[in-house]
């Protein structure tokens, strides 16, 4: 077996430790771009049903049913439910088929019967002196996946691209 030549073995160990770098560094813009679009979404579905929770805590259940409550509302549907689960006013998206079941205070994803990914999150609304209702928000994922995820893809290309530049020019440096 030949034996490799000393220019041999630092090419292929920049290569490796390249390689290596780069696995790492893609895993955690992957990770990162992954939390920041949930994160996003999440704090909008929060707001959302916070300002219609107070709304009806203030003024009562009635205000759920005939009040001026916009069911829609940046990118995000709004449903009340009773104390026993059942839809009580609000809007569902359409063809969404069956929802899961209420889980408060946690942001669950739901993929419909079309195939597109949502995030539902549910929460209590106090009200005094009566029985407590639900608010569940609904929104779909691609409104805030769109930046997040061509970013994420573009850097998934260019990097191992940069990778390849490095190692050819290394490569080819070494070897003058």
Request: glycine fraction near 8%; charged fraction near 20%.
């Given at each position: 077996?030949?034996?490799?030549?000393?220019?041999?073995?630092?090419?292929?160990?920049?290569t490796m430790f390249l390689i290596v770098v780069a696995v790492i560094l893609m895993v955690v813009l992957y990770r990162?771009?992954?939390?920041?679009?949930?994160?996003?979404?999440?704090?909008?579905?929060?707001?959302?049903?916070?300002?219609?929770?107070?709304?009806?805590?203030?003024?009562?259940?009635?205000y759920a049913k005939n009040g001026d409550i916009n069911y829609y509302t940046k990118d995000t549907y709004i449903s009340?439910?009773?104390?026993?689960?059942?839809?009580?006013?609000?809007?569902?998206?359409?063809?969404?088929?069956?929802?899961?079941?209420?889980?408060?205070?946690?942001?669950?994803?739901?993929?419909?019967?079309?195939?597109?990914?949502?995030?539902?999150?549910?929460?209590?609304?106090?009200?005094?002196?009566?029985?407590?209702?639900?608010?569940?928000?609904?929104?779909?994922?691609?409104?805030?996946?769109?930046?997040?995820?061509?970013?994420?893809?573009?850097?998934?290309?260019?990097?191992?691209?940069?990778?390849?530049?490095?190692?050819?020019?290394?490569?080819?440096?070494?070897?003058?």
């Amino acid at each position: 077996m030949k034996k490799l030549s000393i220019t041999t073995k630092i090419t292929l160990w920049y290569t490796m430790f390249l390689i290596v770098v780069a696995v790492i560094l893609m895993v955690v813009l992957y990770r990162y771009y992954d939390f920041r679009e949930q994160s996003t979404a999440e704090q909008q579905i929060i707001q959302t049903i916070e300002n219609t929770s107070d709304r009806i805590s203030t003024n009562g259940p009635d205000y759920a049913k005939n009040g001026d409550i916009n069911y829609y509302t940046k990118d995000t549907y709004i449903s009340v439910y009773q104390k026993d689960g059942a839809f009580f006013a609000g809007l569902l998206p359409d063809g969404i088929g069956a929802l899961p079941d209420l889980d408060l205070d946690k942001t669950q994803t739901f993929d419909d019967t079309h195939g597109r990914q949502w995030y539902i999150r549910d929460t209590t609304v106090y009200l005094p002196g009566e029985d407590n209702m639900y608010i569940r928000g609904i929104m779909e994922n691609t409104g805030y996946e769109s930046a997040y995820r061509r970013m994420g893809r573009f850097l998934m290309f260019v990097i191992p691209g940069l990778i390849i530049l490095a190692i050819a020019g290394g490569w080819f440096i070494s070897w003058r």
